[in-house]
Every structure is written in C-alpha cells, then in structure tokens.
C-alpha cells in the first residue's frame, strides 16, 4: 500500500526512538531516487533507506545492501559535505502528513554549531528527498521542481523551503476532540458520497486500507451514505472510529504483515495497525521491519519478473523462429510425397522406348508393378528424346528423394527443439529463485541458445564470482511420510532422475507435455496411493498444463471431467536417457498412467 500518514506518524516514532543521538558515518546513492545513510549508534551500525521512487517511495532502516557507485551523484556528494560525521537529533514528522524530517547537529567551516534538516516526502509521485540549511532555505533536492513543472510550490536551491499544500483534513487529535464532545465532523457537502470515500476525504493520514478497517469494525456497507445512515449506523461508526483514534493518538501502534496465505512467508501489504480485511497477519518487532520484509521481497519479485521476461523474450523468439523452420520443412515433406510417381515414369519410360516418335507429348504405357496392368499417361518434354526424359523423371525422384530425406531429418531436430524449449519455458514458469533463472540461462548457453540483440537487464543484485551455488530439487513430504523430490530445471531433472534416484524410486511426468521431473523416495517399499496421487498432482502443477496448454485437457480429460490430467508413472529403472540428447530429454517403458487435477504444493521443505 502507498504509505499513510499514521504509519509515517509510527515509523518516526520508532526511528526518533532508535536513532535519536546516533552519528552519521556514511551516505551513498546507488540509483536515482534511492539514499543510503549509515548510522553508528551504541556499537552498531543502523541502515536507513530513504526513497523518492514513484513506484515505491519509502523511508525505513534495512538490510538491503546495494553496491555504491564509483562516481556518486552530485546530490550524493552534497549530502556527504554538509551531513557526514553529524549527529541526529530527532526524527520528527508534521502532524499527520507523509513528510518525516531529520535534524542534525552539525558545524560550519569555522566550527559554529549548526542544525541541518534532511526531508523526505513521501507522497507518490510527488516524493522528493530535500536538504535544509539552518534557515529552512533549500541546499538542494534529489527532484528539482521548478514553475513550470508546479505553480503553487517550487524545491529549487537557495528558496524558503514550504510544506505542501494543506488538504483541509481533520487531525486525528481534531477527530478526536470532536468524537468526545459529540460534535459533528462529516462534511454536509459530502452527504450523498459512499462512506469510504468520505473517511479517506475527512481524516488526516488515513489509507483507504485503514478507513476500510474503520467500516468493517463499525459493520457499515462502505457505499452506505451518510445521508442514508441510522442513529446505530451513526453510534457505530464513531466507536469504531474512536477506537482507532485512541491507539493512533497513545502511540499504541502494533507494526503487521499480511498475507494471501496462512502457509506463506511472503507479505502482500503492511501496516503500523492490524486490519481486518486481511485474514491473515502477523505482527512484527517494529514498523521498519515490516516495511523492509515488505519491499525487500517485492524488489526481489521485481528482479525476478525482469530476468524471467529477458530469458522468455529469447526463448519465444528462438520458438517462433523454430516453429517457422518446422512449416518449411513440413511443407517440403508435403511437396516430395510424389517422388516415387517421378522414379516409375522414368522405368516405364524406359521399358518403352523403342516406341520414340518425333515430338512425342504423352506415352502411354502399362505399369508392370500394377497387377491389374493399368495403363499410365506419363507427360513427356517433345523437344526431348524418351531416354532424355527418363533421365529428366530420375533427376527429379533423386532431387525430391534428397528433399524428402533432409527435410524429415530437420523437421524432427525442429520438433526436439521446440520441446527442448517448452521445457525451459516451463521452467521459467516455475522459477522462484534466481538460481533457477542462472541454471536455466547456463542451459541455454551451453545448447547454443543465446542472442546479443536482447540487453540483459540491470538488477540490484552484487556480481557473483564463479558459478552459480546449485539449488536442491525442491522437496515435499507426502502426507504418508514420503519424500516426494521435484527438479527445477533441465539440468537438475537429468541429476535427478539418472543420478539421485535409486531404481526403485518412482518417477513421475506429465504425458506428452513439458514438465519436470518428480521422484518419490520409495526406500524400497510399495508406494502408497495417496503418495502417488499427490506426486502426481505435483507433476500436474509443475507442467502448467491448464494455463499453457488448454487444449491437452480437451483431448486426454475423460468425459465429464476436463480438469484432470493425465501423468505417467514408472520405476526409475525403466527411465532411460538417450546419448546426445538435450537435458531433461528422457525415454521410458512399463508406465501406467493417472488422471489428477494439477494442485499447488505448500513450500518446499
């Protein structure tokens, strides 16, 4: 969610609480829009990211670590001059509105004490990061905004440094004192707008997310109108709102997470209160802490979307091209089915040719291979002696034969390669590290696959010297006990399969469908058939089989049922690799097979 004033308002609660008399010792700007400041504070180093960033601008302390530039941006270097080696006094905010503001102690170039203010509004799209010198006069800012860019404020150097325009909302502490005395605080002009648009336009620093919460403790529709509502609804709203007011205004903030699971570790959203529209939450020690599990992951997802559609945009080009190839050469396979008509009108021309008339166009003549003794037309050239045209029929069976015989051949190479890549492609698919990404990227380069045209894209992460750690095969346990090992990639499907697994394991795979390879540890005992079922399911997910693929559950689904799959199934002994060809490319025998419904496995152990 954008950040809220109340969560800006318990953010610097928490920053004044941990920072407050800290010494500067570091600043670094890694991009555009993001700060780095490093704290020293009781024999530890605290880091504080401070974002303008439009899609996610931000201020928390962090883990992340992100290379420093060589050459630092200027505004980087402004902030080192006047900030590096102070001490911060306090972390403030005004009021309720999305702007936190760092004073520091500093001193000038004749070692007079000074108060310097780093300022950073969060407010979407409007976020900036602002140095103040004593007088409240800008330094400079990481955005500059000039007339012609807003009319009604300018961050330029050297001008009085204003707040934003003020959005005429009641305070919570103004809410409050009118809750308490019972006075009115809805707008009457506001009386036929739906509740939740009302709240969001009244209250100071309040999300949609929070006045959402408001009305869901109160029980009110939020398209109920003000107009429309009864004495209760009235009486609801204001314990509710009340309510949430007094923790606001005692500072009882309670940092949480939330999630789209109970199972996941992976936060959807985060806020300095619990909120009710999230079923599933989990409180954490701080508001930062919260914010950097928060971003940290959506930057990760983020890295990982980005290498995920460089590595697709190759794969589906190179498919596209390959597909092409495989008309072509069906289309010659179509064209050369005649050749054999070419090589009998040659022998037959032969076989009469003591027939030759001048200027002959048409030989009939008996075909000895019919044994109903047909007789065939064979066109001939007139300008052209019999054996003249016998030799022109051969040519042309030789030359369609080498056609026919040169087109099967690549027309199969284009349909390994085309499965080869649908592999990769579901790989990618399935890819939740970015070691799966460098496993698969390695695949490609390795098998020839790879185009300079595509720029890799720039991601956050350090360079990495050496190869890639390799990942383990994802691991389940079946709800009988068993391990149930699923590959991430070609490479490790082939690990798997022809090197980890024992004989008697089982080995599992979508039919006739790209996939991943699936291993139920059998510890040479009978599997059990809810262990089967769920591998199978397994190995149902794993080949995105209903997303990709729509149409292999028309045809293989029994009546009545098209979600079902079908997944083969077979000792790891009938599985057998055959020399030269592309991982994860397997052959086996003595399968059976099962229909399953694809279902998402919990995480991995």
Known sequence: MPLD???INCLALEL?????????????????????LTFRQANEN?????????ASPRVHLTKENRDNPANPPMFCMLLRKHLIGSRLLEVCTSGFERILQFRFATVNELGDPLVKTL??????????????????????????VDQTMSRVREVMPARIYQLPPDQNKLSPDEAATRLAFKQSWLPPTMNMQPLEKVLLATLQGFSPQLCQDILDAAGLDPRLKPALMTPADVQALTDALQARLTEILAGQYRPSTFYDAPDSNIPIDFHALPLRQYPWQKTTAGISQAMDLFYLERSRQNTLRQKKQFLEKILTDRLKHTLKKLSIHQSDIEESQNREQYRLFGELILANIHLEEPKLSLLPAINYYDEAQTIVEIPLDPGLSLASNAQRYFKRYTKARARYENSSRLAQEDQKDIQWMETLLNALASATHPDDLTAVREEMQACGLSNKSHRQPRTREKRKSGKSA????RQYTSSDGLTILVGRNNLQNDRLTMKMAQKDDIWLHVQKLPGTHVIIRANHQPVPEQTLLEAAAIAAWFSKAAAAFPQYRQETAPAGNPQKVAVDYCPVGHVRKPAGSRPGMVVYDRYKTIMVTPQEPPDPI
């Open 5 to 7: 004033g109340i969560t």
């Open 16 to 36: 004044n609480q941990v920072l407050a008399g800290a010494r500067l010792d570091r600043i670094y700007q890694p991009d555009r829009y993001d700060i780095f």
């Open 46 to 54: 605290l880091r504080l990211i401070l974002s303008a960033n439009p």
């Open 119 to 144: 300022v950073a509004e969060i407010m979407g799209r409007h976020s900036n990061i602002i140095l103040l010198n004593q007088d409240q006069r800008i330094h400079d800012a990481i955005l500059h």
């Open 470 to 473: 390799v990942l383990p095969p």
